[in-house]
């Protein structure tokens, strides 16, 4: 009787309808997004982007690979806007994870994303619909 009710609250993700083929919040748990500023408004980021806080941790900055990261962008920056929504907690989609802390922007390694997972986002890769490409 344990076995079947556990088994019924098993989510098959791979069957969920993703809105936008590009979202970085993945379904499987409530995010909290929230707004926050940018350190330097005139650059342009990518939704999925790893943020941290700047030394005087008022402002987001992008994040290395050596770094705590903060947030992740839940959309794309304008360049001419501070203000940003962001990821402060949830389940983002790990194929959606942009480390643009060199001179191009790539996709994060499984380290640096999991090391979201100190701050509260957890990157969860359990769809078809949302992988990247």
């Known amino acids: 009787m344990f076995l079947k009710a556990l088994l019924c609250s098993i989510v ?4 969920i309808d993703v809105k936008n083929k590009n979202e970085v919040i993945h ?6 997004i929230d707004t ?3 350190a330097d408004k005139t650059k342009e980021f990518k ?11 008022e402002a ?8 705590t990261p903060a947030a992740v962008l839940a959309e794309d920056s304008d360049g001419k806007n501070a203000e940003v929504l962001v990821c402060w907690h949830g389940t983002v989609v790990f194929g959606r994870l942009i480390d643009a802390s060199g001179a191009e922007p790539v996709a994060a390694t ?3 994303a999991n ?11 359990l769809f078809t619909n949302a992988k990247k490409g």
């Open 60 to 67: 987001l900055v992008p994040a290395a690979p050596a770094d």
């Open 36 to 38: 926050a500023l940018l």
């Open 12 to 15: 098959a993700y791979e069957k």
């Open 110 to 112: 499984k380290a640096f």
């Open 115 to 125: 090391k979201l997972r100190a701050t509260g986002i957890y990157p969860l890769q």
């Open 27 to 32: 379904p499987g748990h409530p995010a909290v």
């Open 47 to 57: 939704a999925g982007t790893i943020m941290k806080l700047n030394a005087a941790g």
